[in-house]
């Protein structure tokens, strides 16, 4: 650790005199060159969450790579939303692409298997939509720029609760996944804390595609809120299903459901969701819009919450790369941790000391076939 430190100053000594002596012929030739290896859920029933956080990824990129301060070479990799395809990935990486640091995977289900050998490998990781309960925790070289459940989900609670009177609510979750698994601790706790009635908990796992039994059971109990821990694909689906039988109630989910996929995949019958995120993007604010216009141009389609983070996950790594002058591993990440105030898109980004970084969740709904602050 001491070595490390020492690395940061000596990083911080030579952009000091970069800039006194600015005819240094390696300095002048430019950039700190670095490669990032990137971990993304790109094929299968989550690939709209790898193909918004490639896209976030490869849009920070094209911006870093031109202002010249910093030169980042990209390797992407697909987990395929699988513990041992994220795994064999990260290895690769570290081992034959020697990169000096990783964004991903996308599941925290991946990260507790990534986790652990990129931070005994000495390889800083960011997490950029990891957010169930002790991610960063697993090491000093993990950290995350996205919102725990445990900040998002009781955000969400409280204004559905706030503007509904509920009292009485079912759950449902995933219990073959991490971070469904956390999100529900988080919604049973809260609930518990809130003071609410847990009518029923149901269970789920992934690729069910009938949730006729849970849905009938939680119908015939008449709750006022639906409390549903889930992924996009199974989380769209269960609503589907759940307006068709009659169910009407609002849904309260976490983070997996912050994905316009819900909206495609079930329609109108995502009306009356209520999540909580760190991005919104109708935000007045320059750095926002510009990224939501350069991202829609690019891409044909607006940015979500995952390309907004995995873009601000970039350009942190490009930060500390350029703090630390050097592409050296234990640099990075101390310099990673050094990051305060860097003004990103999801607002001013410093890490707390076990490398969450802190922010305000914004609560919406989807009404209308669209995410709209819930007020
Ligand atoms: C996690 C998540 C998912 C929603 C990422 C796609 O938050 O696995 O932690």
Redesign the pocket.
Known sequence: FLAACGGGNEATNSNESKEQVGGDAEKSAGAVEAKIGVIA?MTGS?AG?GEAITNGINLALEEINAKGEVKIDLVVEDSAGKQEQALSAAQKLINSDNVTGLIGP??????NVVGPEADLAGVPTM?T????QG?PEIGDYIFRD?IP?SLAIPAAMQKAIDKYGVKKVAIMYGND???TK?GFDTMKATAEEMGLEILTIETFQKGQSDYNAQLTKIKNLNPELILCSA??NEGAVIMDQARKMGLTVPFVG???F?SPEVIKIAGDAANGLIVATPWFGAKEDAKVQEFVKKYTEKFGKEPDQ?AAQAYDGLYLFAEAIKNAGEADRDAVRDALAEIKDFEGILGVMSFDEVGDIVMDPTVLVIDGGQFKLFE
């Open positions: 859920w989550g969450y996308t599941l925290s289900t991946e990260m997490g939509s990891t957010t169930a991610i996205s459940e996944d991490v971070f956390s992924l996009y976490g983070n997996g912050n995952f």
